[in-house]
């Protein structure tokens, strides 16, 4: 079982860099893939990047490539997300998400912290 929690959110201007957080707690965090999704009101949630234990294999969704670095430190079992040249339809609620084994895309799978709130002013 792992347990996570992020931070980092807040309000940025457009144009503007925010690093997001995901602390997991649990000792068998090296073993999940990682990644972030996002859901804006009234959409679904969707995913924005993924990292394997290794970190020799990301992903990234086609939105935020370029843009988006993920990574992940096992010494102190965070997933950082940095976002750079943020746009306004970047404004989502962030959620970090750890799966077990081939990492799904689309759907709810794994486990889920309660996210952090990214604003972007045009």
């Known amino acids: 079982q792992v347990q996570l929690v992020e931070s980092g959110g807040g309000l940025v201007q457009a144009g503007g860099s925010l690093r997001l957080s995901c602390a997991a707690s649990?000792?068998?965090?090296?073993?999940?893939?990682m990644g972030w999704y996002r859901q804006a009101p009234g959409k679904e949630r969707e995913f924005v990047a993924a990292i394997n234990w290794s970190g020799g294999s990301i992903d990234y969704a086609d939105s935020v490539k370029g843009r988006v670095t993920i990574s992940r430190d096992h010494a102190k079992n965070t997933v950082p997300l940095k976002m750079s040249s943020l746009k306004p339809e970047d404004a989502a609620n962030y959620y970090c998400?750890?799966?077990?084994?081939?990492?799904?895309?689309?759907?709810?799978?794994?486990?889920w912290g309660q996210g952090t709130q990214v604003t972007v002013s045009s």
């Open positions: 998400n750890a799966q077990l084994g081939v990492f799904k895309r689309v759907g709810y799978w794994g486990h």
């Open positions: 649990g000792r068998t965090f090296s073993t999940y893939v």
